[in-house]
């Protein structure tokens, strides 16, 4: 794997890889390592086979398209109206908490400088500068992204190696709630840790050049680091800390405290790397935001740029309340556009190619392996993932 495929997995783990991985141990933590493990696998299983259909039906339309043509070629005027919608209401929202949350970061820095800039004039410098870094391209991001996820990994085994001489492996066998639909239910949490779906369609056009094994492979290793620090961040904290102290912890930040007991720079370290996840998360998003609005509306690079984050920047100064509160049903939405749209694209071109082979009998590219009964399992995994938040 090259440079660029390799940064393109960066980005697609970076996208996924967000602050809310802090938060994983105290979901998980009262149904014990073996069950958290197994879940953990099949939301990893479940995220990335859909991200191959994805990726399948990229191809087949052609590569370098963003999700607005590949739903317009595949499900029909229909279909790209709905795909669009459920897209823009997740990516705007999310660009929106970026937003704060990076505008919040920058304006604590700047009053540690002796600056004196209010938090909007951080929001906005934020969006500027960040959103400018966007609109320079793919290949800036990527080359940038490497740089902020090495840092972050970094971080990660920094504090992994602080934690592993207190563990104690009796926490690893102790589960307190053997209840399968308590356990059914954190399966939400655990889904839109591996949101990296809409980034693909960029990457592909990206990787132009690539083969599709390579793409494959891109992808496989996108969604595989973040699954592995899941589980690693899992298995440090859950071998740290009993359930019953864990139990007790209302927000990450109660969680940081107790561990900063055991590992004195345990504080500034997980706070820089919240700060790299959402800037990681930040990029990828808007990436896919940015791409879209170019197949969309068929602008140059400047005024694409207002476009992608003219609206979120307003939202985050004006209307946050209201704008967020999609976020509440982000797991649904992500549903629907990360696991049942690429199913139904797929199907829809997978029906179209069987009838013309029965007249022209050629190679029709890329293919997800696993048939029909991987289909149904996908199904059944989202009709899974939607029983998981209305139970």
Known sequence: MNLKLLGSSLIIAGTALGAGMLAIPMVLARFGLLSGTILMLVI???????????????????GGLGMNTIARQTLGKGGQLIANGLLYALLICLLMAYIIGAGDLVHKM???????????????LFAVIAGGIVAAGT????????????????????????????????????????????????SAVLFTSFGFFPVIPSLVSYNEQATHAQLRNMI?????????????????????LSYEQLAQ???????????????????????????????????GVALSLFDQNIDLFKQNRAVTYVLTFILPLLGALFAADKFLSVLSYAGLILVF???????????????????????????????????????????????FLIGAQVI
């Open 110 to 124: 700047a009053l540690s400088l002796g600056l004196d800039i209010s938090l909007v004039q951080s929001q906005i």
């Open 220 to 240: 496989l290793l996108g969604s595989f680091i973040p699954l592995m620090c899941y589980l690693l961040w899992l298995y440090a904290v859950l071998g740290s």
């Open 44 to 62: 990893w299983s479940g995220t990335t086979y859909a991200a191959l259909l994805l990726l399948e039906a990229s191809i087949k339309v052609g």
């Open 249 to 283: 912890f209302n927000n990450v930040s109660e969680l940081i405290k107790v561990l900063a007991t055991r590992f004195e720079g345990i504080h500034v370290i997980l706070s820089l790397f919240t700060s790299l996840a959402l800037l990681t998360s930040f990029f």
């Open 139 to 186: 290949g800036v991001i990527d080359k940038l992204n490497r740089i902020l996820f090495l840092l972050m990994l970094a971080v990660l085994i920094i504090t992994l190696f602080a934690l592993v001489p207190n563990m104690t492996l009796a926490h690893f066998f102790t589960a307190t709630n053997d209840s399968n639909i308590d356990l059914i239910k954190t």
């Open 337 to 383: 556009i990360a696991i049942f749209i690429p199913m139904m694209m797929v199907l829809n071109l997978r029906k179209s190619e069987d009838k013309a082979q029965s007249v022209i009998t050629e190679d029709v590219g890329y293919e997800v392996a696993g048939g029909q009964v991987a289909m149904v399992l996908c199904l059944g995994f989202g009709l």
